[in-house]
């Protein structure tokens, strides 16, 4: 059987007149693209726009949902509810259906940023929370997430999901992601090389040596590094030539 790996990328986090990320160079060589829907970055002018440009490239639209934090990008911690979790993810992915349907797309996946991501797997209420909240927005919505205690809450909700890996951040023995503050420069090869062992291997490499075993089916690719472009038509480049099909996570289902 061919291995099949879905590319995704953060698109649409810019706001007002301030420009963060290399969307248009960066969208022709992804599957899929979770697009900031006004918490984190984005506003609706730039959700327009990622939509719009995500239909042009036959990209699969995602929702980029997060706590209510511009100014400090959704990464600091909130203490919310598990209702409160799931109002703010319906909100915003509610914001970014409206302007798809504008558009003649529709939302296929909704995936958490920054301390959300990480607090829904970290808690299992968070956890639930979000699945239920994919649920209850119907149409079949896939949830993109990590770890085994999301995947096993998706599971309850009936929620289709796919577990993500990185490809230009490291992890420690643990299993846990070295979060920068600033988003580095990484060689390109180096990370198409990850991306081709993840796909085939499911693996990814320790900082500190060694690999970790992951079960991965969508890698993500960092719009703010300021070689985004060329790292993404590596990946994917690739992916291509080790026979990996890049499809969109609802191929992967």
């Not at 499911?202 to 472009?229: F, I, M, T, Y």
């Not at 790292?231 to 992916?239: G, H, K, N, P, Q």
Request: charged letters at 25%; hydrophobic letters at 45%; glycine letters at 10%.
């Amino acid at each position: 059987m061919t291995a099949r790996i879905d590319i995704n990328a953060d698109m649409g986090e810019s706001y007002g007149r301030w420009t963060l990320g290399h969307d248009d160079e960066l969208m022709p060589f992804l599957s899929s693209a979770n697009i900031a829907c006004g918490f984190h970055g984005g506003d609706p002018h730039v959700m327009r726009h990622s939509v719009r440009l995500a239909k042009k490239h036959g990209v699969a639209v995602g929702a980029h949902v997060s706590f209510p934090d511009l100014i400090g990008f959704g990464r600091r911690r909130m203490q919310i509810s598990p209702q409160e979790l799931k109002d703010y993810v319906e909100y915003q992915v509610g914001a970014l259906q409206a302007f798809a349907a504008a558009e003649g797309a529709r939302v296929e996946h909704v995936k958490p940023h920054g301390a959300l991501y990480v607090m829904c797997t970290e808690d299992e209420a968070y956890a639930q929370a979000v699945s239920e909240a994919v649920r209850e927005l119907g149409e079949g919505l896939i949830l993109l997430l990590t770890g085994e205690r999301v995947a096993a809450a998706a599971r309850r909700a009936g929620v289709p999901f796919v577990m993500e890996g990185y490809i230009d951040l490291d992890y420690d023995a643990k299993g846990s992601l070295i979060l920068e503050r600033a988003k580095k420069a990484r060689d390109p090869e180096d990370v198409a090389a990850r991306a081709v062992t993840l796909a085939t291997e499911g693996k990814v490499p320790v900082r500190d040596g060694g690999w970790l075993p992951l079960g991965a089916r969508s890698v993500c690719v960092h719009g703010d590094a300021d070689n985004a472009p060329a790292i993404a038509r590596t990946v994917r480049e690739r992916l291509l030539r080790a026979g990996v099909e890049v499809a969109p996570l609802r191929a992967l289902l």
